[in-house]
Nanobody, 119 residues
Framework: QVQLVESGGGLVQAGGSLRLSCLVS???????LGWFRQAPGKEREFVAS????????YYADSVKGRFTISRDNAKNTVYLQMNSLKPEDTAVYYC?????????????WGQGTQVTVSS
């Protein structure tokens, strides 16, 4: 029903920036979007979320002021702009979607993209 394709991961030095993209296809109307990350040996962690209109935007405390979630509605693409990257940001980053904001869980997930921040 909803498909997600990520791009933009890579290797970056501490203090640098990276922008992740997630192309959303299928039934995109009313979907609620999120970014998550998971480091080796650690539990999956919420990073940011928001709607296509920019409402209901949330950030994890660990990324507030550094990361920004945005979207291009015409391209059905959601972005995660990551600035002032730290080694602890190293993880596999996933984009995800729910049918709507009130859904209990994120039902759709991208394949994940590796972000590595060197010290």
């Amino acid at each position: 029903q909803v498909q997600l394709v990520e791009s933009g991961g890579g290797l970056v030095q501490a203090g640098g920036s990276l922008r992740l993209s997630c192309l959303v296809s299928g039934r995109t109307f009313s979907t609620y979007l999120g970014w998550f990350r998971q480091a080796p040996g650690k539990e999956r962690e919420f990073v940011a979320s928001g709607s296509w209109s920019g409402d209901r935007t949330y950030y994890a405390d660990s990324v507030k002021g550094r990361f920004t979630i945005s979207r291009d509605n015409a391209k059905n693409t959601v972005y995660l702009q990551m600035n002032s990257l730290k080694p602890e940001d190293t993880a596999v980053y996933y984009c995800a979607a729910k049918p709507d904001y009130n859904s209990n869980s994120y039902d759709y997930w991208g394949q994940g993209t590796q972000v590595t921040v060197s010290s």
